[in-house]
């Protein structure tokens, strides 16, 4: 069963940049599909980006694309996305996810495994 563990996050003005990192731990990272979900305050959790196994293949929300970039070093076990152009309407929990599936989906409930959280917020 594998473990994530989230890095970054915190208080950013209105176009400034991110980077939030998941840690794993407990699995063979390489074997699973990537991705991070977001949830505003009152908003049911929403995909926002996902990287395949093997980080060939990605898939973005539009609210999202070209704007942030999802990456992994499976090497390190980690998986990153990096935000930028941030607005207000990006101010919420932002969550990795793992499952073994070999596409990318875009629905919570294909995913076993979460990390904990962590609060981004965009000031005006």
């Known amino acids: 069963q594998v473990q994530l563990v989230h890095s970054g996050g915190g208080l950013v003005q209105a176009g400034g940049s991110l980077i939030l990192s998941c840690a794993a731990s407990g699995g063979t990272f390489s074997a699973y599909c990537m991705v991070w979900f977001r949830q505003a305050p009152g908003k049911e959790r929403e995909f926002v980006a996902g990287?395949?196994?093997?980080?060939?293949?990605?898939y973005y929300a539009d609210s999202v694309k070209g704007r942030c970039t999802i990456s992994r070093d499976n090497a390190k076990n980690t998986v990153y996305m990096q935000m930028n152009s941030l607005n207000p309407e990006d101010t919420a929990i932002y969550y990795c996810?793992?499952?073994?599936?070999?596409?990318?989906?875009?629905?919570?409930?294909?995913?076993?495994?979460w990390g904990q959280g962590t609060q981004v917020t965009v000031s005006s």
């Open positions: 990287i395949n196994r093997s980080g060939a293949n990605t």
């Open positions: 996810a793992a499952s073994l599936t070999v596409a990318i989906q875009t629905r919570p409930g294909a995913y076993a495994y």
